[in-house]
């Protein structure tokens, strides 16, 4: 097929494709219209003969000039390739792209340009074309890059693929005359094997977004995050395939009120001083600007460390260049305006803006956040401060063989009995109002949860069960505001111990997670004495480096 059968030229200049699905060189365009122009008398569709200005100019094979009035269209530019195509003047140009490497399946390459994707998330390019496997070539295509005689977002583009099932990966190219060149090597991801619409399901995984601190209870402290992941029931590797999942091609998910598609996470951060301007402050999420010409730029504020007048943010650029001290910041949404102060620091993102997955534990991207309970000691993440932290071992404890309504206790075992003294109250409770149960400094076990029960030996001998919602690692739990007098007073001295699990079973299974700093033995008690009474059931079990468990043997009491 000759280009002749697909394309078109009209009297005014428009260069237009009429059929087929062929596609051509710019070279080939020139040549063609070089053809045309020296034909005695233009017909038919082909309005150019030695008569008409010159149409076209080549300085390269790769690099062809069309001479006004002679132009093409969008249209007309998804069936050229390799090289650039200036018309207007300059005021306008496509340039040459080429993806080389390899991908797995079929994947559909994206380009994101100026924060849009370039022909939505399918493209006219679908898996490939005009590709040369022997070369290693993916795909070769024209994108504008200048229009109006405005260079979009300085000729920056950037690659992506992004597809289910793959693993990801992008390449930021600034584009120009001729060809320029993305590489992107993708292949099958062996721990993103779960059907999308299953995945699609998993509603339940939560991200609190926004700076925020995590404390690991790995002795670090509270340290600065950009979110809070929740992986709720799920496993590890199930969170990094729902964050794969808000993130692909063809996502309808919004992430810091970015299309999905379209978020990489943390890219710059900078501290600033002179907070000030109209309006309100600075909010999370909001988009920033900043420059003009050559040096402007705007990002997404996706963690703030507001001081007053000044701070710290972490951003993710999405059009331009970042900034320099001392450009001004300016809030699109607050109007607000402050100052760079000192160097600006460029951090490199993941693919999966979660970070990676070994199959059984995360190692995440700068800034990503999860939540404490939810890390084993295999999982690594990196606070806003660039420090690796990683978790203490958090083992989880099942009691299997319920049945829904079963009165359930599971607490430290001495020998085969409860361990009631496993601590003992250092003040007497006997007033109202009371928020802190103070056992001694150093005698909180370290691996108790933050939250859960206490089991307090009242002076009557009951033991009394009481929430608590925290405690300090070592003298204090802080508890409800609650009634010690009398007859639930308790002198200092009593027992007080942590029921692990103090419930009536919600399941037939029920589980606990702990932090895991030594072996211990546990005492497991089960009791349902109502309809279809059973036997009070009785047991210890071995929590190790690896958690542990125990299943209630029913014997019926009828």
């Known amino acids: 097929m000759a280009i002749a059968d697909d394309f078109t030229v009209a009297v005014n200049g428009d260069i237009r494709h009429a059929s087929g699905t062929t596609r051509y060189t710019v070279l080939a365009l020139h040549r063609w219209l070089q053809d045309l122009a020296d034909q005695a008398q233009g017909s038919g569709n082909d309005l150019l003969d030695i008569t008409s200005a010159t149409p076209s100019a080549r300085a390269t094979d790769n690099i062809i000039t069309l001479n006004a009035p002679y132009n093409i269209d969008d249209a007309a530019a998804e069936y050229l390739y390799d090289g650039s195509i200036t018309q207007s003047g300059g005021d306008v140009v496509y340039s040459g792209l080429v993806v080389v490497g390899s991908v797995y399946g079929a994947t559909t390459l994206q380009v994101v340009q100026d ?327 150093g005698n909180i076990p370290g691996d108790t949860p933050q939250t859960g029960f206490l089991r307090i030996e009242l002076d009557s001998g009951i033991y009394r069960q009481v929430a608590y919602t925290a405690h300090d690692g070592s003298r204090y739990f802080t508890i409800p505001s609650t009634d010690f007098t009398d007859p639930n007073d308790a002198t200092s001295g009593n027992d007080v111990f942590v029921a692990y699990l103090d419930k009536v079973a919600a399941a037939d299974t029920e589980q606990f997670t702990v932090k895991y700093t030594a072996p211990r033995t546990m005492f497991i008690r089960a009791r349902w004495g109502g309809t279809a009474p059973i036997k009070t059931f009785e047991s210890t079990a071995a929590l190790t480096t690896g958690g542990g468990s125990a299943t209630v043997n029913r014997i019926s009491d009828e």
């Open 115 to 441: 924060n849009v994707l370039y022909d939505t998330d399918s493209p006219f390019w679908g898996t490939g074309i005009n590709t040369d496997p022997a070369a290693n070539i993916l795909c070769r295509m024209l994108i504008k890059t200048r229009t109006a005689g405005a260079d979009v977002d300085g000729k920056r583009v950037r690659v992506y693929a992004r597809e289910w099932g793959a693993t990801f990966a992008e390449f930021e190219v600034t584009m120009g005359l001729g060809n320029s060149v993305a590489a992107i090597f993708t292949s099958q991801d062996l721990n993103n094997m779960t059907a999308s619409v299953t995945v699609a399901g998993w509603t339940t995984i939560t991200n609190t977004e926004g700076y925020q601190t995590i404390d690991l209870l790995n002795g670090d402290g509270a340290q600065p995050y950009y979110s809070q992941w929740n992986k709720a029931s799920y496993s590890i590797n199930q969170l990094y395939e729902r964050a794969k999942y808000i993130a692909r091609r063809g996502t309808t998910e919004t992430i810091h009120g970015l299309d999905g598609e379209l978020f990489r996470g943390i890219t710059h951060q900078w501290a600033y001083d002179g907070e000030g301007g109209g309006g309100t402050a600075f909010a999370e999420d909001e988009h920033i600007t900043w420059g003009s010409g050559l040096t402007a730029g705007e990002a997404v504020l996706l963690a703030l460390n507001d001081a007053g007048t000044t701070g710290t943010m972490w951003v993710q650029l999405i059009k331009g260049v970042p900034p320099t001290d001392p450009m001004t910041i300016t809030g699109v949404t607050s109007g607000r305006t402050c100052e760079i102060n000192g160097a600006v620091t460029a951090r490199s993102v993941s693919p999966v803006f979660l970070g990676q997955s070994t199959g059984s534990a995360i190692i995440g991207a700068f800034g990503i956040g999860i939540e404490a309970a939810d890390l084993s000691k295999d999982d690594k993440i990196f606070d806003l401060t660039n420090t690796l932290r990683t978790p203490p071992n958090n083992v989880i404890f099942y009691v299997y063989g319920l049945e829904i309504g079963d009165r359930v206790l599971v607490t430290w075992a001495d020998g085969s009995n409860v361990d009631f003294n496993q601590m003992t109250l250092a003040t007497t409770l006997s007033t109202t109002g009371r928020t802190q149960v103070d056992v001694g400094a």
